[in-house]
């Protein structure tokens, strides 16, 4: 086994590229440069599983050792993945299961140094010392880039993907949840859940008179595994109800607005998704 390095700097906080390398369009974008097409379905917390997936559905499954949000990601990978299943360990895997990959990130001056280092077999020290270099330069262009495209924000939970599917589309179960703090609520919800379908839910404070409608209309659905749809302002929306381990991941990528924070932006949607997992737990 070899240890290969590879470092880059990026004009960038350190925030920034962090999720430019985890956040999903941008982790789709700069692992171009292995595979097109490829992604990753994860909770992205330490301890948990990861897959590793091509278009085709196969790929590599992986433990994430180490998850220190700005700082460090280490993945220990264990083993492969064909149509979308992982595979038992053979001979040929067991020689290179346990080896990691590791992603760290410091901050001087706004300018974040990111060092990539990765246990190779011999006969894949050619392939990563060819593709890693370009991948670096990918997520340099993302996070360099002034524009914001997109923000992920993601919950896991332990519950069928039926359940999780109605308690988000359901208008019942909507307007107990589609709040980020408890100072407001969803008083009316309406959702018509099919494509060229609409949706509207009243948001409003309690305690002050600010009320307004988050609206949008529906461009594609996958039963119990997507959702894509465009706010009433053109901004682009994808939800994924991914499995992992009889857990469901759901993910939501959105597209920003111009007047708030991306931080505020991505830390609001957040808390609407932990106030749905707190419902659907109830």
């Not at 920034?16 to 097409?37: H, I, P, Q, R």
């Amino acid at each position: 086994m070899k240890k290969l390095e590879f470092k880059i700097s990026i004009n960038a906080p350190k925030e920034k590229v962090w999720y430019s390398l985890w956040d999903d369009e941008n982790y789709e974008n700069w692992t171009k440069a292995f595979c097109n097409g490829s992604y990753a379905i994860s909770s992205w917390e330490e301890g948990s599983k990861i897959h590793f997936l091509s278009p085709s559905g196969g790929g590599m499954y992986s433990k994430i050792n180490e998850s220190k949000p700005f700082e460090s990601m280490v993945f220990a990978h264990i083993g492969n993945i064909d149509n979308l299943k992982e595979l038992p360990l053979d001979e040929e895997t067991k020689q290179w299961t346990g080896c990691e990959e590791r992603y760290t990130l410091t901050e001087e001056n706004v300018v974040t140094t990111l060092i990539l280092s990765v246990d190779s077999l011999e006969q894949y020290v050619a392939f990563f010392e060819d593709s890693f270099p370009k991948a670096l330069e990918n997520i340099k262009a993302i996070a360099e880039n002034p524009v914001v495209k997109s923000i992920s924000v993601r919950t896991t939970i332990d519950a069928s993907v039926e359940k999780v599917w109605d308690f988000f589309t359901q208008p019942e179960h909507i307007t107990k949840w589609n709040f980020a703090s408890d100072d407001w609520h969803c008083p009316t919800a309406e959702n018509n859940l099919k494509i060229g379908g609409t949706f509207k839910y009243a948001m409003a404070s309690k305690d002050e008179p600010i009320a307004f409608d988050f609206e949008g209309t529906y461009e594609a659905i996958e039963n119990y595994k997507k959702i894509v749809y465009k706010i009433s302002d053109g901004r682009k929306v994808i939800i994924k109800f991914d499995i992992l381990d009889e857990k469901v991941i759901l993910t939501e990528t959105f597209e920003p607005e111009n007047i708030h924070s991306v931080e505020l932006q991505r830390n609001g949607w957040q808390a609407i998704l932990d106030n749905f997992k707190k419902h659907i737990n109830q």
